[in-house]
């Protein structure tokens, strides 16, 4: 059988409740393997963003347990982090700094090459060529536009090259243009990664395994 070690993401018998709240997950299980690219689909209300927060250990479940690759979210170190899973969230959050350090997040192990190559593949690398001292630029949140700055997330959550990825409905306020260039992103950030999304409709076209949850 499969080793624990080698499964993306296992979820068992997970209980949850915010304080003072109704139960948002009752004896829930879920388990996604090495490749697949899951796709959750709920109501507003029916816990899929607090489902991500429980898979990256910001919040612990009153039962059961949240396992990836194995091991509790909260027990990976914050400096490993980021190549165990990347997480696209649904706006951009800008650090301070530089644009490289959008993309490293001041993280010293990570090459000028690693990050040349990451945006190269996101197809963001030119249009940040072209900002008057490339990398260097300091952050300005008129740099770019909203579905560029997308691309940088994508950039991001990429450079440390993770085998999980956690996207949270990230083309929701694109126009046309921007959101194919996102989904193009997307695919082939996905390509050798297991992926888990929140009602992304590229893997829903995809054909990736749909998983509902609330009622
Ligand atoms: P949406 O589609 O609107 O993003 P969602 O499926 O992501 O919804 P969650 O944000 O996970 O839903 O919320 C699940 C439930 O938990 C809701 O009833 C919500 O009101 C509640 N909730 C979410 N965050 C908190 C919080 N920080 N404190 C208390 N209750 C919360
Ligand atoms: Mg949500």
Redo the contacts with the bound molecule.
């Keep these: 059988s499969e080793k624990e070690e080698n499964i993306p993401i296992s979820i068992r018998h997970l209980s949850f409740a915010y304080e003072d709240g109704e139960p948002v997950f009752h004896n829930f299980d879920l388990t996604i393997h090495e490749g697949e690219n899951v796709t959750l689909i709920g109501r507003t209300g029916s816990g ?2 607090t489902l991500f927060k429980l898979i990256c250990g910001l919040y612990q479940p009153s039962e059961g347990t949240v396992r990836i690759f194995g091991r509790a979210p909260e027990s990976i170190p914050e400096e490993e982090r980021r190549k165990v899973f990347g997480l696209v969230e649904q706006q951009f959050k800008p650090v301070s700094g530089n644009m490289r350090d959008q993309i490293t997040l001041s993280d010293p192990s990570i090459s000028e090459e690693d990050v040349r190559r990451a945006l190269a593949e996101t197809g963001i690398l030119p249009a940040i060529e072209d900002l008057p001292e490339g990398l260097d630029t300091p952050y300005d949140p008129g740099l770019l536009s909203q579905g560029q700055f997308q691309l940088l997330s994508i950039a991001r959550a990429t450079v440390t090259n993770p085998p999980l990825l956690l996207l ?2 990230i083309t929701a306020n694109l126009d046309s243009v921007t959101e194919k260039q996102v989904l193009d992103a997307l695919r082939a950030a996905s390509e050798k990664r297991t992926v888990l999304s ?1 009602s992304h409709r590229l893997f829903e076209a995809a054909g990736g395994r749909q998983v509902r949850i609330g009622h």
């Design positions: 899929k963003s949270d409905e929140i």
